[in-house]
């Protein structure tokens, strides 16, 4: 999730420059949506949790490689979904709530810092989903809002550079799409996101656009595997109006994350682990992330 990093020391300490977006994680979790994508299960309720571990040894501003940076970031997230029995217009309907916890540690020019707790929930209030045959498979689309919501840990303690909160909220009207048969799965999860403004900072973040992305084939038994990854890219300029903060916002964060994944399927659900690795990044740190997924019916 988000860990602050509110001002980092470069070129020889001469200057500060303020993250791309104030927070050092963008508001939506990158990377997580490539299993199901638009498919809907039937009705019922549903777990799902997801287990990460980002590995980061290099960030950039402008061209510039920040000194003496280093982020590990542990994430262990569960989600409730309830698929309801009735239907809009055909559309299946269901709602859902995620729930994370952090650990971060972050090292940067010469300064340190980790911290523990609750990070921001977040909702779908409504998902309106949809399939139909297409040739020997199926094609099924979504549509929905994740609201991401400030009840994450967030620090105020001039020293902290880690904190497992945003505080504020953000909005992502998603869609997702999804063509599978019996052998074959390709889906894409695509939103964008508003930030509001956070309180403590008045620091408005940028728009984000994000593409979660996954092809897999099933090649034995009940195993998938293939690629997956995702792209980001902060559309518009942070606003930041404290003059006392000399935040660079025009410094918009963007990259490409390339990876593979392998899925089991069980009578009980799916297990799924991936490894996404980061290229092409700008503005923002450049690393691994590592994933274990589960999905069952309760």
Same mark, same amino acid.
């Given at each position: 999730?988000?860990?602050? #990093? ?9 200057? @500060? ?10 508001? #939506? ?17 549903? =777990? ?27 994430? @262990? ?35 340190? /810092? ?5 990070? /921001? *929930? ?11 045959? %297409? ?12 609201? %991401? ?44 996101? =508003? ?15 994000? *593409? ?25 300029? /942070? %606003? ?59």
């Amino acid at each position: 999730m988000s860990f602050r #990093v509110a001002t980092i020391v470069f070129l020889t300490g001469l200057s @500060q420059s303020a993250e791309a977006a104030e927070n050092g994680e963008n508001s #939506v979790i990158l990377g997580v949506d490539t299993m199901v994508h638009a498919r809907t299960p039937p009705p019922g309720w549903y =777990f799902s949790s997801f287990t990460q571990l980002y590995l980061a040894g290099h960030s950039e501003r402008h061209g510039v490689d920040v000194p003496g940076f280093r982020l590990v970031l542990f994430v @262990q997230g569960g989600r409730l979904q309830h698929v309801w029995k009735p239907q809009l217009f055909g559309h299946s309907i269901s709602t859902d709530m995620l729930i994370p916890v952090s650990w971060a540690d972050i090292r940067v020019a010469g300064r340190s /810092d980790n911290q523990v707790g609750m990070g /921001d *929930i977040q909702f779908v209030p409504l998902r309106l989903s949809n399939r139909f045959e %297409v040739g020997s498979g199926s094609f099924a689309y979504a549509a929905f809002s994740k609201v %991401v919501t400030p009840t994450g840990l967030y620090r105020t303690e001039p020293n902290a550079i880690a904190s497992p909160g945003t505080n504020h909220w953000a909005f992502a009207p998603s869609v997702a799409l999804t063509y599978f048969s019996a052998t074959l799965n390709v889906g894409t999860t695509i939103g964008y996101v =508003f930030n509001t403004k956070n309180p403590a900072t008045h620091y408005v973040n940028g728009q984000e656009f994000q *593409i979660d992305y996954v092809a897999e084939h099933k090649w034995f038994d009940a195993f998938w595997g293939g690629a997956c990854g995702y792209f980001y890219e902060q559309m518009t300029d /942070d %606003v930041n109006p404290d003059p006392a903060v000399p935040g660079d916002v025009g410094n918009q964060g963007r990259v490409l994350g390339l990876g593979a994944q392998l899925r089991r399927e069980f009578s009980f659900g799916n297990i799924n682990v991936k490894w996404i690795h980061e290229v092409l990044a700008e503005n923002r740190a450049e690393g691994d992330r590592f994933f274990v997924q589960l999905f069952l019916p309760l």
